[in-house]
T-cell receptor, first 115, second 117 residues
């Protein structure tokens, strides 16, 4: 089954404790992206990647890091989490090139609470 | 970044009735994609319908249809014969179709739809 898998689904942690949210897709998609969703703000893009070793900032990258060492994986890293990073996070992927008209596939979301 | 505006934070509809959710966007491009996503309480992002800007015909998926007004940069979603399962947050989204660029997806702030039995 084609899917984007995020882990964990829920996490409660404390300020300053490094954490990683993993994202993996099994569709051989080149493009992957991270979003955060906050009430009244919709989904905002944090980082995206056009392919392996190619990453770029989205609209709200401060406080986050990403890496793309393999095509299928695109982890989101919070080196020193702060309470303002409490949010719902989504990973997504899609094809590029001549198939770029296809919609994105989304993971099921990760609810992060930073105390 | 492109701007997508959903001016209705909340809407309600009686079961079996029709409701229209509004969306406007700002772009200087001539070709792009527009999407409506549904987010039920499970938090999943579910694609409801999409429209390619070069197509004049409005997209339709069963009870869901859009009114795409390119000149007005408007992309409203009509839900006919509303069902209890339609209750969700609905997001409008825009993406460029330029194959040379990143073509990131830009979202509106969402409309929460309540269906009244």
């Amino acid at each position: 089954e084609a899917q984007v898998t995020q882990n964990p689904r829920y996490l409660i942690t404390v300020t300053g404790k490094k954490l990683t949210v993993t994202c993996s897709q099994n569709m051989n998609h080149e493009y992957m992206s991270w979003y955060r969703q906050d009430p009244g703000l919709g989904l905002r893009q944090i980082y995206y990647s056009m392919n392996v070793e190619v990453t770029d900032k989205g609209d709200v990258p401060e406080g986050y890091k990403v890496s793309r060492k393999e095509k299928r994986n695109f982890p989101l890293i919070l080196e020193s989490p702060s309470p303002n990073q409490t949010s719902l996070y989504f990973c997504a992927s899609r094809q590029t090139g001549k198939y770029s008209n296809q919609p994105q596939h989304f993971g099921d979301g990760t609810r992060l609470s930073i105390l | 970044a492109q701007t997508v505006t959903q001016s209705q934070p909340e809407m309600s509809v009686q079961e079996a009735e029709t409701v229209t959710l509004s969306c406007t966007y700002d772009t200087s491009e001539s070709d792009y994609y527009l999407f409506w996503y549904k987010q039920p309480p499970s938090r999943q992002m579910i694609l409801v319908i999409r429209q390619e800007a070069y197509k004049q015909q409005n997209a339709t998926e069963n009870r869901f249809s859009v009114n795409f007004q390119k000149a007005a940069k408007s992309f409203s979603l009509k839900i006919s014969d509303s069902q209890l399962g339609d209750a969700a947050m609905y997001f409008c989204a825009y993406r460029s179709s330029d194959q040379t660029g990143a073509n990131n997806l830009f979202f509106g702030t969402g409309t929460r739809l309540t269906v009244i039995p």
